[in-house]
């Protein structure tokens, strides 16, 4: 969950250089030659974040400000249809793996997560005829639950465009603990490289 501009700051702050559940997906990213451009490109974002100690500056569309804008009216219809109510989460860092962490949408209960989106309604539309969650969202939630130890997410595809029968999808996706060992194998091997890359960075500045 994005803060509003009192909490912004603290929240930048706390995720600074640090891979994030948000871009598990492209630390993971593969193709039939070997890892993916998005890795390279990731990687680079948070060297220059540990360089410079500011945040990269990140792209934001008119469909992915959306999604910032409905956010809240997103948790709000989790609340009703879901009968709970959703607590703020702040950034929490993995327990084990230094310079990794996540920010979850929201906290339910003593062991769920809440996770959000308001895509575009093409996307929208295709989740609720196909019933299926995105792996790089499954990605995302199970790096969600390695950070807070929770063990389940709400996964909610939400669009305020459509009729209000159909604005709201969700699915439950529990902890896999098979899958989240297999992401930290990633994340670990992904900050060993960031870590050598960054050192003789370094030394080149001298």
Request: hydrophobic share 35%; aromatic share 8%; proline share 5%.
């Amino acid at each position: 969950m994005i803060p509003d501009e009192t909490d912004r700051d603290t929240w930048m702050a706390a995720r600074l250089g640090k891979v994030t559940a948000s871009r598990i997906a492209d630390l993971t990213a593969k193709t039939k030659s070997g890892w993916g451009a998005s890795r390279a490109n990731y990687m680079a974002q948070l060297i220059i974040e540990r360089l410079t100690g500011e945040q990269a500056n990140g792209y934001t569309n008119q469909a992915m400000q959306h999604g910032i804008d409905t956010e809240p009216q997103a948790i709000s219809a989790y609340e009703f249809f879901m009968d709970v109510q959703v607590e703020p989460s702040p950034f929490v860092d993995h327990p084990d793996i230094a310079m990794s962490g996540a920010s979850p949408d929201g906290l339910v209960g003593g062991k769920g997560l809440v996770e959000v989106k308001s895509p575009n309604s093409a996307t929208h539309i295709e989740t609720l005829l196909g019933q299926k969650v995105p792996e790089k969202y499954i990605k995302q939630v199970q790096w969600q639950m390695a950070c807070t130890g929770r063990k389940w997410t709400d996964w909610v595809s939400f669009d305020d465009r459509l009729p209000p029968d159909l604005q709201f999808y969700r699915q439950r996706i529990d902890r896999d603990d098979k899958l989240i060992e297999e992401l930290e194998g990633y994340v670990i091997e992904f900050l060993e490289e960031l870590e050598g890359k960054l050192q003789k960075l370094e030394e080149l500045g001298r």
